[in-house]
């Protein structure tokens, strides 16, 4: 395959409620900064990564083409599904030969609607959807599923907050985990212990339903710079507490990619594609083995993560439980550090979370802190779907 | 253009108001089996899949290619989802084409669908942000005021739309899977009906359809059965609100034509392509796209409709399907564009087919006439 | 006077509670299991499977075997007759078709009724399932009726959304709601947007520069609308591009004071503002544009 690299990577400071910014003003200035970083005014290819039942409207990704100064007419294309998928197609396009650079871009406001509710609609519209069956309460079936240590967890999400308050882009989220989410409302939330979340079967744990979990409304959130932010509240669905819960975030971020003689042109430490690979699994959740991730240990051995060390792995993780199931499935070493950003636990901008992840796991390429990285994006309930990209300095 | 990509399979089911009898995942089965069993092959032969379709308020489904994975034998495979508007199918048949060019796989499966009846389009098309006054009732209420600045730039006569609306109905009566077939259909019977949005009349717009398409591609190495070759792919997109665009004769139309003839050695559309698949979604959009794509000279597109030489029998057929005009299940009617240009240059078009077709152009466009997806397929190796 | 009104007098003929019918030992079975929600046939000696169970062969009159056979519980319709207009004592309130369902293991048909909605639903070979009463009693009853496979589900689908207008959005608002177009203009390619904007669609530049431009402008093209909408008047109304004077790019906008057959490509049009007390962050400030007089723009 033809050697093709990311040459620069850009992110919003990404906020927790609505700035009331539109799409294409999201966008911007992730444009302009990954446009200054190579000089360049056009690309070879354009591809894009983005939601409608996100932003509640049909053909969102229309009016991003406006902050891109499309003109003259660009080729491109969009995927309804994360950037990370647009960064493949682009990858694709780039292998034919005739053009040498890719503009990729992901962006997503989940603060809009409840999230939960929204993703429930990506289930099967005949039995899994009429259920009511919310993004949590899937992800809850996943984590009984695994039968994760309670402690294990929270210590993911304590290392993935104090990473994130070392990531300019990420949410300042508290090291406390349950007590600090909503101190208002407290005695909703039940605080769950290690010793009563370990059911047996995945088939013991009854989801509740739609209607009896409080949605978290935007209006809940108090409103204005990152560092401000109290994560808004999400009651637990055993064994889930809320903190192993991604937070609600807004955010865009954008990628270049290049091959050939461009590559050095643009990039003092390029961060080359060794190896990218995606892989769905089927999708009814009681059709699958959800302890485990096929089809991410299958991307993974067709990127040839294991054929060497890797430094650094930035996993889209957005429930603390898929830490632990990625790491198996994508085999990593012991040593591998993982997600150093603080990864979606810390900002989860949907639809631009799994892009994020391959860019900042080139970005520590682009300074020299690592040599080979892994960047990892799923889609679909339960990791359904998971894409894996090596790269190497 | 990368590795040489082939057609090998083509499957479509029937087109019609509401298919009661199939779930959405029966649906694009019964496409994508078809387009299988014309390839001579079955899901285990197939490396990847792609799947478009229009928005998703359609269906009410969110990104339903995750609940499709099973039904269209992803499993373990790599599926992608494309959404560029009304041109997705258009972009799925590039996507599913460029994996191949790319040299990453050598057989995928491309499957695009609607099924409309689900829930009503215009109210899809239709939902508005708050805020965002707009005064556009579906995408009839978005053309018409593009197709009213044709007629007035070009003088064409009023009844040219009607000669592609009865044009591309007459062909529809010999495509067995088409939605709209009205026995009889002529110029009174089309201008009998009434102004939707004037100027477009009931009979000159397309219908809402159930339905899907699929088609399998491959590798030069993994052609089997008879092959529709690539000669060129192509897609571009312009900005919605740029000062100054030309919405009747877009810019992005043109470069993508221009993009895709080079590719394939095209220097005279008119004379060297045999048949055309063109996105005709309003009739009145064949003499415009005439002109954007270069068959005519600008302001000269409604007289080639005039004169027949796009009819079934006329030196450049478009749309001997019967077109979006009589079939239009909105995520499919691009791939079922490039799916027919593929039919033409197999020779397996059946009652449509055109005589020694060896060169097809499929088009698709959408958003506000802004994406653009093009392909060029030949019965030749490039 | 003797009259000539009729002698007219109601008569009830109705055994007090009801009859108490003994049903043997087959109808006994079949509703019996009816009332479990199970619907069972008999076999025939010659191996024929009889629903409802006969305690004899119909054929033949020979004794059925005693061997019960679960059948449906989904059924082949075979024949139909539809209702119209309901009387009180059939099972439903509405249409619906009495019809003779083979269900499926039976070599009989079952005579009930079926819920079908739509005559149209219910031709020879239409595939029906039981709707089982709630509270079952042992009766034949005790299936409500019977409807048509199910083939469609409806799904409602309603998420929320919490819109804010921000950015470059709320600054043209803001205008509008003083009775102002906002627009902007290009450092670039000098081009004036409206409304404002954030950045260039053509070269992708930040806009700083804010205009303040007329309410007057030329309709460049339009369309005359027959269909209801809930945002126009009346029907027919016409949305038009108007090119604000001194703008590069038109507004899709309403127009109104003019009939919709005598609005021109080039007319001139102000904007009609609702009075200002009325006045919020939104497009609804201009009513609708409408002609000002002067003579036609000459279009490009």
Redesign the interface.
Known sequence: ?RDVAIVAFAQTEHTAS?????E??LI?PV??EV?ERTGL?RFGF?CSGS???L?????S???A?????????????????DGA?AL??AW???????VDTALVYGFGKS????LR???T??????YL??LGLDQVSFAALQAAAVRADRAELDAIVRRSRAAGRDNPYALDLPDELTDAVAPSRASDVAPSRASDVVPSRASDVVPSRASDVVPS???DVVPSRASDVVPSRVSDIEPLRASDVAPITDGAAAVVLAAGDAVAELCARPAYIRGI????????LG?RDLARS??AA?AARAAGVGKGPVEVAELHTQFAHEEIILRRALELPADTVVNPSGGPLAANPVMAAGLIRIGAAAARIHDGTASRTVGHAA???CL??NLVTVLEG | MGNRCAVIGVGQTRYTTKRRDVSIAGLVREAALRALEDAGLTFKDIDAVVVGKAPDLFEGVMMPEAYLADALGAAGKPMMRVHTAGSVGGSTALVGASLVQGGVHDRVLVVAFEKQSESNATWALSTHLPFNASLVVGAGGYFAPHIREYMRRTGAPDHIGTLVAVKDRLNALKNPYAHLRIPGIDRAMVESTPMLWEPIRYLETCPSSDGACAMVLASESAVTGTPAWVHGTAMRSEPIFRAGRDTVNPQGGKDCAADVYRQAGVTDPRRQIDVAEVYVPFSWYEPMWLENLGFAAEGEGWKLTESGATALDGDIPWNASGGVLSSNPIGASGLIRFAEAALQVRDMAGEHQVDGARLALGHAYGGGAQFFAMWIVGRERP | METSEPLVARHVLEFPGGYTRTTGPVIGRFLTELRAGRIVGVRTAEGRVLVPPLEYDPATGDPVTDEYVEVGPAGTVTASAWVQEPRPEHPLDRPFAWALIRLDGADTTLVHAVDAGDPKALRPGARVWPVWRERREGGITDIACFRPEVTMIVSPVRPEYRIQAGGALRTFLEGVRRGVFLGGRCATCAKVYVPFRASCPECGTRIAEQVELPDTGTITTFAINNLPDPRAPEVPFVSAYILLDGADIPMIALVGGVPAHEVRQGMRVRAEWVPESERTLSMANVRWFTPTGEEDAELS
């Not at chain 1, 609505?18 to 539109?22: I, L, P, T």
């Open positions: 395959m609505d700035s009331g910014q539109s294409p003003e911007l444009i302009e446009k005014r354009t939601c409608d039942y932003a509640g409207a049909p053909f990704f229309v009016s083409l406006d902050a891109l100064g499309a003109w003259p007419p660009i080729s491109e294309s969009h995927v309804e599904m998928w493949y197609e694709v396009r780039l292998q034919h030969g005739d603060s809009l609607g409840d509710s929204i993703m609609l990506q289930l099967d519209p005949y959807a009429p409304r935007a209006s690979a995606h892989r769905i699994e089927p999708h009814y059709m096929a089809s299958d889609g679909g309930p359904q779907h």
